[in-house]
Structures are given as C-alpha cells and as structure tokens.
C-alpha cells in the first residue's frame, strides 16, 4: 500500500490537501483537508478528541441517570442466610437508653469499662509519628510475632517460632478465616452452647451448617465428651472450642482437653479451632 501527501504550505491561501491512497495499484481513494491542521500535532488532536469522548460520556450518562433506571441490589443467598447480630442489637438498645437518660450497666459489647490504659494510648500515638502507618506483612510485623513468641514461651510454657504466628485484628477475624478457609458446602460445625453469637453465622458465611451441642450447668457448661462422639458425623468439619469459654467462663482441665483429643484424633477430617 502507497500513500501520498500533495500540497504545498508556502500558499497563502489555506491550501487543500489531498492524502491518497491505493490498494491495488488501479483504484485511489484521497481525503482531502485544510492546510489550517498543519497547525495541529497529533497529540493535539487526541487530547481534542479524548474531550469529545469525555463530554459524549457525560451526556450519555446524564441521560441514563434522568431515565432513572432502577438498579438491582439485591444479596446473595449466602448474604440472606446470616441473622443479625444480637450483640450489636443490644448494644444499640442500650446506647438509646442512655441518650433518653436511663441509668444503664452495659453487659452486651466484649470490651472494658475503662479507657485505653496511657502507656499503650502513647505507643500508638509515638509509632504514628515514627512512621509505622505503612502496609504490614500480611502475617504481621516480624518485631510483634517475635513478641508475641516470647510471651507464649513465658507465661504459658509454649514454644512457637515467629512464622508459626499470624496477628489478625481479632479473635472474630481469625475464627471466620479459619471456617471459610476449610469448609464446604454441606459441611457442619460443631459448637457447644451456650456460645458466641457469631459462631452460627460464620458456619452459615462458609454455606456450611451449624450443628448445636448443649451443655449442661449441672457441669459447669463443659463439652460432654460422650455428646460430641454422638453427635460427629462424615459432615463433620470444625469443632469450635474455646477455653475459657465466651460467654459463660468456664476453663476446660488438662483432663478433660485430652478426652476430647483423643475423640478429634479419630476423625482426621475434624479441625479444632479454639
């Protein structure tokens, strides 16, 4: 394919420029345009025609916005299946009576009753200004595991090395990755009640199911060993156990810890999260 650009620039008269072109060497085609676009670069005309495009968008969104198209929001089914939290709904209740002047000791929300002792205030207000305000690693600062590491190892008498430690925000956080990392559709979770409010949900979260084990006050709330061997089934994928346990309190003895250790090790598809 040839091209050719015909006219001359020393006119003063605008001159018409022809740019023909040929494909067969038989048939030309030429468009012809003003010598007034010798004035223009090619990144001129772009910019012109980006704001073209830019002005068309808005006008086409701006129609589309006075037709008032309704949007769909609706949730997934797996959004539909979680309940409020009753905590929070509790919590809200609380606050409006103390708005309305009503006298209110607040047992709903898991935090203290006092400030954010000052020492830790100041550490967080020094590490700001130090510049610690950057992404983390995603199993967290090595300095922090390193800590939490030596804390174990002190007052509990536990030995973990700083890459067998991930810091989340939370329990909640950990817990909810946990389920959603390991379960299926179709699978259950085991969780002894009385319990956290969230358990079910994050189960239902996972499209797994929460299967409900009581216990008994006659026995301090602990997880009767010879009800969880009943109550585990193929289904089986997480037993929630948490000691001390939220929210009655109770602490689980060595003994009976390795009863039901005993009983997980039987079932190798059963996980622990505590």
């Not at 090619?42 to 495009?53: I, Y």
């Not at 009385?194 to 006050?217: H, K, Q």
């Not at 060993?225 to 000691?243: D, F, M, N, Y």
């Amino acid at each position: 394919m040839a091209s050719l650009l015909q006219g001359s620039c020393s006119s003063t008269r605008p001159a018409i420029h022809s740019l023909g072109v040929s494909s067969d060497g038989d048939t030309s085609r030429s468009i012809s345009f003003s010598s007034q676009l010798n004035n223009l670069s090619f990144k001129s005309l772009e910019k012109r025609f980006h704001v073209q495009r830019l002005r068309m968008g808005t006008l086409v969104r701006a129609e589309s916005i006075s037709k008032q198209v309704e949007v769909d929001i609706s949730l997934s089914p797996r959004v539909n299946s979680v309940k409020p939290s009753k905590t929070i709904a509790m919590t809200d209740l609380a606050t409006a009576l103390v708005q309305a002047g009503v006298p209110v000791i607040r047992l709903a929300a898991g935090e203290p009753d006092f400030d954010t002792p000052t020492v830790v205030a100041e550490a967080g207000i020094n590490a700001i200004r130090e510049g610690y305000t950057r992404y983390t690693p995603n199993a967290g600062t090595l300095e922090l595991r390193t800590a939490i590491c030596h804390k174990l190892k002190e007052e509990n008498g536990l030995t973990y090395t700083p890459d067998q430690i991930l810091v989340s925000n939370g329990a909640k956080q950990s817990a909810l990755q946990a389920v959603l990392a390991v379960c299926s559709p179709g699978d259950e979770v085991i969780i002894p009640a009385p319990f956290y409010v969230s358990y079910p949900e994050m189960a239902r979260l996972a499209d797994a199911t929460p299967v409900i084990l009581p216990t008994l006050i006659s026995n301090n709330f602990l997880l009767d060993p010879e009800a969880l061997k009943s109550t585990i089934s193929e289904k089986s994928r997480v037993l929630i156990l948490c000691s001390p346990s939220n929210p009655t309190g109770s602490v689980y003895p060595k003994k009976l810890l390795e009863e039901i250790a005993d009983i997980v090790a039987k079932h190798p598809r059963l996980l622990v999260s505590c």
